[in-house]
């Protein structure tokens, strides 16, 4: 069984609107919309968490490079695109 929640929030008139002009042409309800919308939202965040999680884990392992040598391989790279 799916537990739910109610949750509130304040929106300014121009996006409520614009929520309304969405779900009036796709037939569905603010309550669709907006869970939509909060799960998108809160999957990307998550998404962003682990990127950064990630990073941080990279760094406290040594996997790392100087600034000086990532601009270097990227210069190198360049060149040989621009050489095709």
Same mark, same amino acid.
């Given at each position: 069984?799916? $537990?739910?929640?109610? /949750?509130?929030?304040? /929106?300014? #008139? ?6 309304? $002009? /969405?779900? @009036?042409?796709? *037939?569905r309800?603010? @309550?669709?919309? &907006?869970?939509? #919308?909060?799960?998108? &939202? #809160?999957?990307? !965040?998550?998404?962003? @968490?682990?990127?950064?999680? +990630? *990073?941080? =884990? =990279?760094?406290?392992?040594g ?5 000086? +040598? ?7 790279? /360049?060149?040989?695109? !621009?050489?095709?």
């Amino acid at each position: 069984m799916t $537990k739910h929640s109610v /949750i509130s929030a304040r /929106i300014d #008139a121009e996006t409520l609107e614009l929520v309304d $002009k /969405i779900v @009036a042409e796709q *037939g569905r309800s603010r @309550a669709w919309f &907006v869970a939509q #919308a909060v799960r998108h &939202v #809160a999957e990307q !965040e998550a998404r962003f @968490a682990a990127f950064v999680q +990630e *990073g941080r =884990d =990279d760094i406290a392992a040594g996997r790392t490079k100087e600034h000086a +040598e990532v601009l270097a391989m990227m210069d190198s790279m /360049i060149a040989k695109h !621009e050489a095709r």
